[in-house]
């Protein structure tokens, strides 16, 4: 027997399981013969029901670097939300090490454009990190050539600017600090430069800017962080200067002070002094530290598996979108196969 949902009217063959994160489960579906991703979860974000209803009014619909939605639908207590299926996420990618040094500065503009996407719609994603973006591998007709395009999914905390108030929501290590604190001014699109900044350093460096073994440590960190501090940290990185500039930018402490995404992309801009010959060797000089990014991340995982709700319930947040999970692995081709029993998913 076959699983199946039906979404809008349209029956989808559910095939397995492909993500879980905090707020649903994902799923590889067929519908005649096209793949899709069917995120089904229990409630929709604030910010969410609104945001999709605008993608399916195809207001968006040229967005790179977003992952689509196609279709939503609340059926009883659950919601199920029909994307374009990824093929593999950047958490992957940096866990396996498999991001190629000479691409790094293709898949930060890629991610800054999705991120402009986004903010140009006046949202705030508030959750970005490797977890939440995907990558499609796209091939020539001929299938010789292939390109990765890098799109940020999981829209679950999106936020219209117009009421960004709630509080902290996220995976701590990418938090602004704005959002660390418990006054209620209101924030800005700056939060997803903040993280964005966070996810530039993890792809530079292999390392988490912000550290510590539970929710409160982090906060800390990050709470504690003066410009001074952040410069200095970067300064001491064996990256390109620009990058460091950039960071430096991108990591202000003071939100107002913090570029916006057009001045990041400016700055991603080759520049002519440099010719991407010259920023090659610069990488080979100068590698990221080969740290063992896997055990690494291995802490990461372990450091919030205590109650991390315990943690922060002194803070004005939404609880549930801190559960701190461990990151999705992509099914292999043997695990693909033992899921093709389709009878054994809690669908
Ligand atoms: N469209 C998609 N294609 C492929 N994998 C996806 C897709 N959407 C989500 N996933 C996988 O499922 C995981 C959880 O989905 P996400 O939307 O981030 O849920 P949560 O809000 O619970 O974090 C993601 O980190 C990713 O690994
Ligand atoms: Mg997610």
Redesign the pocket.
Known sequence: MQNTIKVNNKEYTILYQ?????????F?AQYQNELY?I?K?EYFGEGELEFYDQLIQQKFKRCKNL?QIYDFEQIGRFSYIV?????S?L?NELIQNKIDQKNIRFIIKQIGSGIKELHEMGLAHR?LKP??I?IKTLFSNDKNESQQVFKI????VVKNISNLKTKAVGTPYYLAPELLTNNNDNYSTKCDIWSFGILIYEILTRQLMFQGKTFQEISNAILSATDDDISDKINKLKIEVDYKELLKNMLKVDSQKRYNIDRVLEALKPKSRSTSRQRQNNFVMNPPPQISIRSQFKNRDNQLSQSPFKQIQNFNIIQQQYTI?K??Q?PNKSQQNNQSNVKQLEF
């Open positions: 492909i993500g879980q994160g905090a707020t649903g489960k994902v590889k991703a995120k979860q992952i994307m374009e299926l990824g093929d996420c958490y959750d977890e939440n995907l999914c999981d829209f679950g999970q990151p999705q992509y």
